[in-house]
């Protein structure tokens, strides 16, 4: 195990509604990052948080917001939810040092919308 | 653009064979390569990371190499077993943006009895 902890592991909702996912991040890590894994698919970086300010962005729209806390644990809300926003969504948590990167997954949440 | 590749796509072997999963990127521009196992429905497990200064990382039946002036890495895995059936992911750290990981699509391995 990793240390990475996110809940819930699996939530259903209908288009239009809005969700908050959590991940605590392995102790001592200052980094997160957030990532879609549609089915079949590879990852998509969504965003990474680094010492609760928002440190790079994927391809995702505003309705995909992201929020890190002084401990470092780490939440991502989605709005109005479409039908495409069903997938896997993994969070991993780095420590922030050159040379590093390694980064520690969670077992994710399996977000359905209907 | 960075661009990973997994070839691969799908893999079925007996069970004992020595094996190579290929992994191809576009741009050398990397910080390191990672690669990850996933089980069905289930997260992420980093299984070897090699820095861009590296040229492989071992560990176990695991070899992990890497060459960036081709743009490639293999994990060669020894001795297979049905417990390494799994998808096998690479992903590199792409020092164009913000450290961002950019992943292949998988290998699907199924080792058969």
């Known amino acids: 195990e990793t240390g990475v902890t996110q809940s819930p592991t699996h939530l259903i909702k209908t288009r239009g509604q809005q969700v908050t996912l959590r991940c605590s991040s392995q102790?001592?890590?200052?980094?997160v990052s957030w990532y879609q894994q549609a089915l079949g698919q590879g990852p998509q970086f969504i965003f990474q948080y680094y010492r609760e300010e928002e440190n790079g962005r994927g391809n995702f729209p505003p309705r995909f917001s992201g929020l890190q806390f002084p401990n470092y644990s780490s939440e991502l809300n989605v709005n109005a939810l479409e039908l495409d926003d069903s997938a896997l969504y993994l969070c991993?948590?780095?420590?922030?040092?050159?040379?590093?990167?390694?980064?520690?997954f969670g077992p994710g949440t399996r977000l359905t919308v209907l | 653009k960075q661009e990973v590749t997994q070839i691969p796509a799908a893999l079925s072997v007996p069970e004992g064979e020595n094996l190579v999963l290929n992994c191809s990127f576009t741009?050398?521009?990397?910080?390191?390569l990672q690669w990850f196992r996933q089980d069905p429905g289930k997260g992420l497990t980093s299984l070897l990371l090699?820095?861009?200064s590296q040229r492989e990382q071992t560990s176990g039946r695991l070899n992990a190499s890497l060459d960036k002036s081709s743009g490639r890495s293999t994990l060669y895995i020894a001795a297979s077993q049905p417990g390494d059936s799994a998808t096998y992911l690479c992903a590199d750290t792409y020092a164009g943006n913000n450290r961002k990981l950019i992943w292949g699509l998988g290998t699907s391995l199924a080792v058969n009895p």
């Open positions: 991993a948590s780095s420590l922030a040092l050159a040379g590093a990167d390694t980064q520690y």
């Open positions: 102790s001592g890590h200052n980094t």
């Open positions: 741009d050398s521009a990397i910080y390191n």
């Open positions: 090699i820095q861009s």
